[in-house]
């Protein structure tokens, strides 16, 4: 019979022993669960961020620079730049500038933002190249504009969604006004969406 009041028995004894590496390992496990809570806070900041901008570039404002958009083919076709007609488009490509930006400084998920977005992005690249130069082309200075814009048309450009709704292996090319694609907007490489 062992004495309850002078031998701590196996289990204390083992604890004795062992507290240095018991306090290493509550040590570790309290990391793991911050750093858990931590991530979880995180997806549920850029799941929210995006819903935001999502939410923003679907208000009617915004659709109706993209269909005033759709009706440029070449650089005559562009408005005049105290119409409002080029000040909706330009909002509206502020819009998406903005989302690039985001997913570039990770406050929203990229797969998630082109997987919504990748088809529309395509469908405007061909008149966003045109009204872009002509944006650049009234600046005296060597300015490029929306610069996450031109990213995110690229990563829109080369990404193939699992959904199945990227019917065409070609993605749609813009007609480019004549050579008149900034040397930003060129494919940047990165292929790492999918
Ligand atoms: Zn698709």
Redesign the pocket.
């Known amino acids: 019979m062992s004495n309850l009041e002078g031998e701590p028995g196996e289990m204390g004894a083992w604890l004795t022993n062992n507290k240095d590496i018991i306090g290493i390992a509550l040590a570790l496990l309290g990391l793991v669960v911050t750093a858990y809570t931590v991530l979880i806070a995180r997806t549920a900041q850029r799941r929210d961020a995006f819903m935001r901008i999502h939410e923003v570039l679907l208000q009617p404002e915004i659709q109706e620079g993209r269909r005033l958009l759709f009706q440029i083919q070449s650089d005559d076709d562009v408005p005049k730049r105290d119409s409002t007609s080029y000040q909706m488009i330009n909002r509206s490509l502020a819009m998406y500038d903005t989302l690039g930006h985001y997913i570039r400084r990770g406050d929203v998920d990229r797969r998630r933002a082109v997987d919504v977005w990748?088809?529309s992005l395509r469908d405007i690249t061909a008149p966003a190249e045109i009204f872009i130069h002509a944006r650049e082309s009234s600046h005296r200075s060597g300015w490029h504009a929306w610069p996450w814009l031109r990213w995110l048309l690229a990563e829109a450009s080369s990404?193939?969604?699992k959904?199945g709704?990227?019917v065409s292996t070609s993605a749609p090319q813009g007609r480019n006004g004549g050579g008149s694609t900034p040397a930003g907007t060129a494919r940047t490489g990165e292929h790492n969406v999918e």
Do not use: M, Q
């Open positions: 990748h088809h990404y193939r969604s959904e709704c990227c």
